[in-house]
């Protein structure tokens, strides 16, 4: 639905300059992987061998897998969004001209009793169901992407030389 593929997981070797870069992205909590894609970091793979798991089994079952997913849909928010849309204009729009095609059957005569009734709840039906999709999805989208507080100390990880402005005397208007 993104558009995306993640092929890569949280093991990475990154230069000082692209964790800065990551840092700074509220994205970085929800899901890692999709941040480094949402940061357009250059990125190169390398083919490595994982072996076998040392110690134990894994604690990710059925829906912490469908969660991590959901979680990198939510960094691409905006992106879901539009193929939603997209998909719910499409339907919509379907169900409008299946609704003008099922009143012209009915108004030639074509239409069996109770089968007009029926063809045109469903496609009213159908198209009041993608227009609520449609809003819940930007309204999901809105809450997604509200924003993090970062803590008040956390900037100085961002300041690489502080210039002292003493002896700069501001111009007069």
């Known amino acids: 639905m993104t558009g995306r593929e993640i092929s890569f997981g949280n093991f990475m070797a990154l230069k000082p300059v692209a964790v800065r870069r990551l840092v700074a992205m509220q994205e970085l909590p929800i899901h890692i992987a ?9 990125r190169s793979a390398l083919q490595l061998d994982r072996g076998p798991r040392y110690a ?25 969004l539009v193929r939603v849309g997209i998909a719910c204009a499409t339907l919509a729009s379907l169900a409008i001209l299946g609704g003008f095609a099922a009143v012209l059957l009915k108004l030639l005569g074509y239409a069996t009793p109770g089968w007009f009734t029926a063809a045109f709840g469903i496609l009213v039906l159908m198209f009041l169901q993608t227009a609520a999709l449609a809003l819940m999805s930007l309204l999901l989208t ?31 208007p």
């Open 56 to 80: 134990g089994q894994s604690k990710m079952n059925f829906v912490g897998l469908v969660l991590h997913g959901f979680k990198a849909l939510m960094v691409f928010a905006e992106d879901v």
């Open 142 to 172: 809105g809450v997604v992407r509200g924003g993090t507080v970062a803590a008040s100390f956390a900037h100085r990880d961002f300041i690489d030389a502080v210039v002292s402005t003493n002896d700069v005397v501001p111009e007069k």
């Open 34 to 42: 999709a941040a480094v894609i949402a940061s357009k970091l250059r």
